[in-house]
């Protein structure tokens, strides 16, 4: 009987440098084929390996149940699934007041400051003397400051006002004639019908009053326009006029001013004013007229017949033929200003014409 023999070399696992690795030598531990088979040692390693890994996942799983449920009350009273759904909520940080008010002084602190640099400005300006300041000035800087002082503080006017200078009739009438001056050089006239100068009719300072231009032409502007150009220049000529009418009037307004305090003008002094401001008004074009008349004609009949009342001294009779005639080229003017100053001549006439030989005509009846 034929006895099996068998082999007694074994296939052993080679180590990673000797096993082929499908010709580049780099075979690996882990590619065994799968007919080796395995020795009775590593059975038991594996085993062994085994066992503790079961025990070590007992282990882990044992303090996660123990962390959803720490105490026995808990499992009992709420389910394990609505404690874990009703997680608490993460504390939101407390927030501080803003940096702006962290950093805000007190208003203690602020009053304080306030006081402390109210009353260095005060010692400060005590030791200034403003007549030294005012006094290397130039003159043309003083207007702005007392102007801008008034419009600050309107009360002051009343205590200003009779501090100034009684302006002569000279200064008076060149105000006057600057003003309408501008006045008339503000109507917009075309290039085809230019303004025509006033005549040099002869006045009291050289100040001619020629008559209105009859012929000028606004070159087919509007009227509106034309008005708009010269409000300016009309509100400057009548605050020319209001300001220096009351150093030159008879009125009782003006007699209860502030302004009573100082000496009145003499007759022939105001008959200069009123003359030369009537020739201004009457030498202005007829829209500038027809500016002027609401702002002026009320007060300059007013003038007028409180100067003709006031009339009471001796007079030489030139001076007296002198105001015939400039009252007579007054009312000589179609206007409502010539129609004004007809009724004053006939008054002045009636009261003092017969120093002149003159008498006011009365219609014969019939």
Not at 51 to 73: D, V, W
Not at 125 to 132: A, L, R, S, T
Request: one cysteine or more.
């Amino acid at each position: 009987m034929a006895n099996v023999l068998s082999s007694s070399i074994g296939f052993h696992p080679r180590s990673s440098k000797d096993a082929p690795g499908f010709g580049f030598g780099l075979g690996s531990s882990s590619m065994q084929p799968s007919w080796t088979s395995s020795s009775p040692f590593q059975s038991a390693q594996s085993s062994a390996l085994n066992q503790l890994a079961a025990t070590s996942l007992f282990n882990n799983t044992a303090p996660r149940a123990q962390k959803r449920r720490h105490e026995p009350e808990d499992s009992e009273n709420y389910p394990q699934d609505e404690v874990m759904d009703r997680s608490p909520t993460p504390e939101r940080p407390k927030r501080g007041p803003p940096k702006r008010l962290r950093t805000a002084p007190s208003s203690d602190s602020v009053t304080k400051e306030d006081n402390s640099s109210r009353e260095s400005r005060a010692r400060e300006d005590k030791d200034v003397d403003i007549g030294v300041l005012l006094a290397t000035l130039p003159p043309q800087s003083l207007l702005p400051i007392l102007t801008s002082l008034i419009k600050a503080h309107p009360s002051l006017k009343s205590a200003i006002l009779p501090l100034i200078p009684r302006p002569t009739v000279e200064t008076a009438t060149q105000a006057l004639a600057d003003s309408s001056k501008k006045l008339r050089e503000a109507y917009p006239y075309s290039n085809n019908a230019p303004f025509s100068q006033p005549s040099s009719s002869s006045s009291y300072f050289g100040f001619g009053f020629g008559n209105a231009p009859t012929n000028a032409s606004s070159g087919g502007m509007r009227e509106s326009y034309i008005q708009s150009r010269l409000r300016p220049h009309i509100n400057e000529f009548v605050s020319t006029c209001n300001s220096y009418l009351p150093y030159f009037s008879y009125t009782s307004a003006s007699s209860q001013s502030a302004l009573s305090a100082q000496n009145r003008s003499h007759p022939t002094e105001v008959f200069i004013f009123l003359c030369n401001l009537t020739g201004h008004v009457l030498s202005q074009p007829p829209l500038a007229q027809n500016g002027l008349e609401p702002l002026l004609l009320s007060r300059l009949s007013e003038e007028w017949h409180a100067w003709d009342g006031s009339q009471g001294g001796m007079f030489g009779s030139d001076t007296v033929r002198n105001w015939e005639q400039r009252l007579d080229e007054f009312a000589a003017k179609d206007s409502d200003f010539g129609q004004t100053m007809r009724g004053i001549r006939d008054q002045w006439i009636s009261r003092v014409g017969w120093l002149v030989g003159r008498t006011i005509q009365q219609p014969m009846e019939s």
